[in-house]
Nanobody, 115 residues
Framework: QVHLVESGGGLVQPGGSLKLSCAAS????????MHWYRQTPGKERELVAT???????NYTDSVNGRFTISRDNVYNRVYLQMNNLKPEDTARYYC?????????YGQGTQVTVSS
């Protein structure tokens, strides 16, 4: 069974940084593309960043240059380093992967950017 557990969220001032972590189990982690999504109340979940098993990355335009996705294929973790955070980055952030056509999410971790 696929299990994803996010951590690292919190309250940060504008311009600050946070690093999110996602621990994955139940998959051959190094073979799987991993994603970070975020969602605010009343809005659809938004794809923020993607990393392939080999380390190729992609970002949504609004975070490009500020966020960095990375992975550790030994410890089965994916990370999201978030720098120069803005109030509009406030959201619940979710780790995601797709296995056999089914999309798995963790419980999410809340990021609040406010002064």
């Amino acid at each position: 069974q696929v299990h994803l557990v996010e951590s690292g969220g919190g309250l940060v001032q504008p311009g600050g940084s946070l690093k999110l972590s996602c621990a994955a189990s139940g998959i051959n982690f190094r073979l799987f593309v991993m994603h970070w999504y975020r969602q605010t109340p009343g809005k659809e979940r938004e794809l923020v960043a993607t990393i392939t098993g080999a380390g190729g990355t992609n970002y949504t335009d609004s975070v490009n240059g500020r966020f960095t996705i990375s992975r550790d294929n030994v410890y089965n973790r994916v990370y999201l380093q978030m720098n120069n955070l803005k109030p509009e980055d406030t959201a619940r952030y979710y780790c995601n992967t797709i296995r056999q056509g089914y999309s798995y999410y963790g419980q999410g971790t809340q990021v609040t950017v406010s002064s």
